[in-house]
T-cell receptor, first 109, second 115 residues
Framework: AQRVTQPEKLLSVFKGAPVELKCNYS??????LFWYVQYSRQRLQLLLR??SRESIKGFTADLNKGETSFHLKKPFAQEEDSAMYYC???????????FGEGTQLTVNP | EAGVTQFPSHSVIEKGQTVTLRCDPI?????LYWYRRVMGKEIKFLLH????????ESGMPNNRFLAERTGGTYSTLKVQPAELEDSGVYFC?????????????FGSGTRLTVV
């Protein structure tokens, strides 16, 4: 069975501080990992995918297969980063996404 | 290009009534997915269409839920009769490729409230 765990439902930081949103997964094969973000009153949108190893809006995420983690990081948080962040996994045998429960990030001025 | 469109954006119905949600995927996207988020819970997969065929409907909670995709274009999700626990946000998503590494494009969701 595939499972995604985001241990923090709420995370609050100050502007300019580093932020890390944790994601751990459980899957027996080699999954694809994604981060999705939902800003207030907007649709869920793709932020990052592990396969591209890119930085979007200053965010990066590294897949650590040993720790089965895919934490999302940003060195200097901005107020506009306040949103709900979801970690998601796609297995190799299908195309469904398995989501974590999400982390609501608030960046305070 | 137009994104994934969902109708209605909100729906409030009484327990026992019927509600039909609609999703228009991005033109040319063969893959269409339904997900839902019940209050306080994670977003959960409901089913996956490839064109007009149901590829995977293992996430459908029970037989009160019926999904169709006429002609491989738009899709509808009918809940009949609705129960209180069906309240939540129903998301539709589409992708061009199966197992897309680019992820999906999601619609804005339909917020269903059953009272």
């Amino acid at each position: 069975a595939q499972r995604v765990t985001q241990p923090e439902k709420l995370l609050s930081v100050f502007k300019g501080a580093p932020v890390e949103l944790k994601c751990n997964y459980s899957y027996s094969g080699s999954p694809e990992l994604f981060w999705y973000v939902q800003y207030s009153r907007q649709r869920l949108q793709l932020l990052l995918r592990h396969i591209s190893r890119e930085s979007i809006k200053g965010f990066t995420a590294d897949l650590n297969k040993g720790e089965t983690s895919f934490h999302l990081k940003k060195p200097f948080a901005q107020e506009e980063d306040s949103a709900m962040y979801y970690c998601a996994l796609m297995g190799t045998s299908g195309s469904r996404l398995t989501f974590g429960e999400g982390t609501q990030l608030t960046v305070n001025p | 290009e137009a994104g994934v469109t969902q109708f209605p954006s909100h729906s409030v119905i009484e327990k026992g009534q019927t509600v039909t949600l609609r999703c228009d995927p991005i033109s040319g996207h063969d893959n269409l997915y339904w997900y839902r988020r019940v209050m306080g819970k994670e977003i959960k997969f409901l089913l996956h269409f490839v064109k007009e065929s149901k590829q995977d409907e293992s996430g459908m909670p029970n037989n009160r839920f019926l999904a169709e995709r006429t002609g491989g274009t738009y899709s509808t999700l009918k809940v009949q009769p609705a129960e209180l626990e069906d309240s939540g946000v129903y998301f539709c998503a589409s992708s061009q490729d199966w197992q897309s590494s680019y992820g999906y494009t999601f619609g804005s969701g339909t917020r269903l409230t059953v009272v």
